[in-house]
């Protein structure tokens, strides 16, 4: 018995009764398997890739199966190869997506994946190995006879921040009762400089993405987990002995910041890091921290250009 039809309509092809144009459709979470390489070593992504086009006002829909064709037709194109720059594998599936949804004249591709990198931890002085997000992607986007494409690599990084306000307090109740106690101005100003003090912290969140034309010159995933995780009170560490733990607190009491302070101290190390960068390479910084005394939590996020940010801190 035959279980298809002569006859298979293609229903999004038929016009639309509502004509209102759409500016992305697709496919989100799909599981793809990568293997990578870099600096000499291998390693294997597991990743969800989102695929989308936009829809022109007067057509029904997209052929969505398309946009998992043109992944799997990729990664099979590069299956003889090795995959090293996770955005440019994005930026060849826009490439592909344009060619077969007909009519596209927008593509975006975005690509999240668990990656596991050891850095050095200043808190408890000696390397760590941890699981951070690799965030990948691409756009294209037809401009008269061109497609203008750029990629876009970064990473999300989980930290502890250190409050800022909750220690000032708590200095001005410990010098009030050291003054009771009977102690020198003197001697309370070393004290409450040299003892951390309480606080309360959060554990936290920031994500940092580069948005760069094609052809700019690549910026290291490794180095941008770097800059993020350095910029909050202190990195968070898997295995922690009493020592280390001792290390971590003493180390992250004494570098307290606010949400606000994150990102602008990832967005000053930024500009000093990439400072001959492609100007018009878009940056974006959202740092939550998850607090651990109030029922909400705090959220502080900047989304500009290199030059922007540079002519900020100059001026």
């Known amino acids: ?76 194109e590069l299956a003889s190869e090795v995959i090293s720059d996770s955005e440019d594998l994005c930026v060849q599936i826009a490439k592909k997506v344009m060619e077969v949804q007909p009519g596209a004249n927008y593509a975006e591709v975005n690509l999240v994946a668990d990656y596991e990198m050891t850095t050095y931890s200043d808190a408890i002085a000696r390397d760590k190995t941890s699981v951070y997000k690799l965030h990948a992607g691409a756009h294209a986007e037809k401009i008269g006879d061109n497609i203008r494409i750029s990629k876009i690599i970064g990473a999300e990084v989980e930290g502890t921040t250190v409050c800022p306000c909750s220690q000032e307090l708590s200095k001005d109740f410990a010098k009030e009762k050291l003054v009771k106690e009977g102690f020198s101005e003197y001697q309370i100003d070393r004290i409450v400089d040299v003892v951390p003090l309480a606080a309360h912290n959060q554990r936290s969140k920031a994500i940092l993405l580069f948005e760069q034309p094609k052809e700019a010159e690549r910026i290291e995933l490794e180095d941008i987990i770097q800059i993020i995780e350095t910029s909050m009170s202190s990195p968070v560490h898997e295995v922690l002995k009493r020592k280390d733990e001792q290390a971590v607190v003493v180390y992250s009491h004494s570098r307290p910041v606010f949400v606000e302070d994150v990102v602008r101290i990832i967005l000053q190390k930024v500009a000093d890091k990439y400072k001959n960068q492609h100007d018009d390479t878009i940056i974006s910084v959202k740092q939550v921290n998850y607090e651990s005394i109030h029922q909400h939590n705090a959220v502080a996020e900047v989304r500009t250009t290199l030059k922007k940010l540079k002519e900020q801190l100059i001026g």
């Open 1 to 76: 018995m035959e279980w298809n039809s002569k006859k298979l309509s293609d229903i999004q092809s038929h016009d639309s009764k509502i004509q209102i144009g759409i500016r992305r459709v697709g496919v989100c979470d799909i599981p793809k398997i990568i293997r990578r390489k870099r600096f000499g070593s291998y390693n294997e992504l597991s990743a969800l890739i989102d695929v989308y086009v936009d829809l022109q006002s007067t057509k029904r829909g997209i052929h969505m199966s398309r946009n998992i064709e043109a992944i799997n037709d990729v990664i099979a």
